[in-house]
């Protein structure tokens, strides 16, 4: 069964360092998201991304956040300036429609991040 | 935009009894609500959904009710197991041009043998 790939797993970084979290998605899909979920706490929604844009964002999804779909397979997700406020877990999801039509979103493993 | 409210935030039940887990949303325009169940440190994976056309919808010991008048909606969990345990997350889609799907804070369900 196809499934959405996140790299990396987990990731440590210090406070004020740009991190680059990648995620590759199901090959036919179109509509790409990510989410993050703090530990304990809701998954969240950051942004949507179809034909090579942003679909919507939510105001989690400030300047220091930018999505990207370098070369048709990988979808990633920039922080410039990581803070303390970012640790959670990040799940990339992809689906073959909108969430509203027929479309089941299919999530990643989920890429930790850890800023200290 | 779009509001979900769950509840409650953990339910624990003997195995075999029923579990019941509800949510409200605040968007009369979402039409898509999918039910996700997320074991320790795994992915969110979908377990049952339910649109907007239809009431109800069942899949073995699961089943999802849609009340859109009231703007609500149920996940119904009947002879529950212990693998059954795990944080269970209600959504709507936010009622947008997009249809994002905007998350309940979760159900941890904890199912004692």
């Known amino acids: 069964e196809p499934e959405v790939t996140q790299t990396p797993s987990h990731q440590v970084t210090q406070m004020g360092q740009e991190v680059i979290l990648r995620c590759v998605p199901i090959s036919n899909h179109l509509y790409f998201y990510w989410y993050r979920q703090i530990l304990g706490q809701k998954v969240e929604f950051l942004v949507s991304?179809?034909?090579?844009?942003?679909?919507?964002k939510s105001e989690i999804f400030d300047d220091q956040f930018s999505v990207e779909r370098p070369d048709g397979s990988n979808f990633t997700l920039k922080i410039r300036s990581t803070k303390l406020e970012d640790s959670a877990m990040y799940f990339c999801a992809s689906s073959e429609r909108r969430g509203g039509r027929a479309g089941e979103l299919f999530f990643g493993e989920g890429s930790r991040l850890t800023v200290l | 935009g779009e509001n979900v409210e769950q509840h409650p935030s953990t339910l624990s039940v003997q195995e075999g009894d029923s579990a019941v887990i509800k949510c409200t949303y605040s968007d009369s325009a979402s039409n898509y609500f999918p039910w996700y169940k997320q074991e320790l440190g795994k992915r969110p994976q979908l377990i049952i959904d339910i649109r907007s056309n239809v009431g109800e919808k069942k899949d073995q010991r699961i089943a999802v009710t849609l009340n859109k008048t009231a703007k609500h909606f149920s996940l119904h969990i009947t002879e529950t197991q212990p693998e059954d345990s795990a944080v269970y997350f209600c959504a709507a889609t936010d009622g947008g041009s997009q249809g994002n799907l905007i998350f309940g804070k979760g159900t941890k369900l904890s199912v004692k043998p």
């Open positions: 991304f179809y034909n090579n844009e942003i679909s919507e």
